[in-house]
């Protein structure tokens, strides 16, 4: 059974640039969620995917953005990017429930220069 | 707003020795779910434990036990005998079922270190 995958695993872009990462859920999940993990520091809320629609949402700008796909896959958008982007972006899966634990993803390491 | 505080930014101790990890939590939901998370140098974050606010019993697994006190909002994470391979950064979460529904907050994570 596979755990929850990302894509790719790291990445380089300059600023003003725009990048996609990906991420399948766990077997049997169909909620996704997104953390920015900068150095040194827990993980941080983006926003949370449930049949397709944003569910919730943290305190990210709008440049960024996402989609769950219908096989419940995700996407994370972000949009014009800054220097302060460069963080790793964990992806999560769970249950529908708030309770549920989220199985996180090995995560994408996003370097802006 | 919810927010989790881990006082203990790094922990250094000798293998075999006990640890304990805190983990103090600040909510106004009524129902919420504590978690521990361990994340390795590979970055993946490894689940724990959960625990829902109306169960305080104490939990034991293997040489992991959690402590949680909801009259002080502490929910504390103890390794006996210590071994090399928990060298990790450790991080407490939260989730509530209100305003907040399915945002996990973080800690800011406490790094443990041990030396053989």
């Known amino acids: 059974d596979a755990g929850v995958t990302q894509s790719p695993t790291h990445l380089i872009k300059t600023r003003g640039q725009q990048v996609t990462l990906r991420c399948s859920p766990k077997s049997g999940h169909d909620t996704v969620s997104w953390y920015q993990q900068a150095l040194g520091q827990g993980p941080q809320f983006i926003f949370q995917?449930?049949?397709?629609?944003?569910?919730q949402r943290g305190n990210f700008p709008d440049r960024f953005s996402g989609h769950q796909f219908p096989n419940y896959s995700s996407e994370l958008n972000v949009n014009a990017l800054l220097l302060g982007d460069s963080a790793l972006y964990l992806c999560a899966s769970s249950g529908r429930d708030f309770f549920n634990e989220q199985f996180f993803g090995p995560g994408t390491r996003l370097t802006v220069l | 707003a919810q927010k989790v505080t881990q006082a203990q930014t790094e922990i250094s101790v000798v293998e075999k020795e006990d640890v304990t990890l805190d983990c103090v939590y600040e909510t106004r939901d009524t129902t919420y779910y504590l978690f521990w998370y361990k994340q390795p140098p590979s970055g993946e974050l490894v689940f724990l434990i959960r625990r829902n606010s109306f169960d305080e019993q104490n939990e034991i697994s293997g040489r992991y036990s959690w402590n949680f006190q909801k009259s002080t909002s502490s929910f504390n994470f103890t390794i006996t005998a210590s071994q090399v391979v928990d060298s990790a950064v450790y991080f407490c979460a939260l989730i509530g079922g209100g305003t907040s529904y399915g945002k996990l907050t973080f800690g800011q994570g406490t790094i443990l270190t041990v030396h053989p």
């Open positions: 995917y449930y049949e397709e629609e944003e569910r």
